[in-house]
């Protein structure tokens, strides 16, 4: 399966789920590709920035012919996550054409929920020429117990695509993590990393359902 991460927002969180989803599918024992779109770099950085080799596979690849080039890569992987630059552009559609699931993370504001839409129309347009691709919103930064919180799920629903049930919550153990670490190589049974692997778990459970 590929899932694309994609948000015309900047700094809604694709890189961070991205290098999570990556992470918590590759601990389930599956070979992961994660593709780096977003000429900016952020997953190659992360990956550069460990010591250690990551537990999945990181390359860059910031082609226009992703749709085309991705399914001869994604044959020796089980699951390939591609992270995606916040402009409209050439790039950002490639990578939803090549998707068979598209996450777009929102975070708990009326500008972000605003702001989907416009990568809802990129959806639309890519659907138009391959009618199967499936996409979700994930609420991203989710501040617990707030009204916020809450609201923007109802917000969401607007829209005429699912949000899933785990949320990602604003926590600073993410914020760390960009310095090349996954949430659940700090602690493997911090909230965080319960809440990864919860969405990860879900994201496979949906995608067996035939109709979503
Ligand atoms: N759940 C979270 N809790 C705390 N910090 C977060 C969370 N998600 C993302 N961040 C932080 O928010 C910032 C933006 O996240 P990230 O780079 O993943 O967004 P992005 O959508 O990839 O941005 P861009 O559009 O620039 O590519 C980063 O500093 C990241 O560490
Ligand atoms: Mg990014």
């Known amino acids: 399966m590929i899932i694309t991460l994609s948000s015309l927002k900047g700094g809604s969180g694709k890189s961070t789920l991205a290098i999570h989803l990556a992470h918590a599918i590759a601990l389930s024992k599956r070979r992961v590709l994660l593709v780096d779109a977003d000429p900016q770099g952020s997953a190659q950085g992360w990956s550069a920035a460990r010591e250690e080799k990551p537990p999945f596979t990181v390359i860059g690849m910031a082609r226009n012919t992703l749709h085309r080039d991705l399914p001869d890569i994604a044959k020796d992987y089980d699951h390939v996550v591609i992270d995606t630059p916040p402009r409209v552009s050439a790039l950002a559609r490639t990578a939803i054409l090549a998707a068979d699931l598209v996450l777009i993370p929102v975070q708990p504001s009326s500008y972000d929920v605003w702001a989907a839409s416009e990568t809802v129309i990129l959806i639309d347009e890519a659907q138009g020429f391959k009618p199967d691709i499936k996409a979700a919103f994930i609420i991203n930064r989710r501040i617990p117990n707030t009204v916020i919180g809450r609201d923007v799920e109802e917000a969401l629903s607007e829209y005429d695509l699912p949000t899933l ?41 949906l995608m067996e359902v035939k109709k979503w």
Do not use: N
């Open 165 to 205: 049930p785990q949320a990602i919550a604003q926590r600073v153990a993410f914020s760390e993590s960009s310095s090349g670490h996954t949430v659940m190589e700090m602690s493997a049974t911090s909230s965080a990393s319960k809440e990864v692997l919860k969405f990860a778990k879900d994201i496979l459970k």
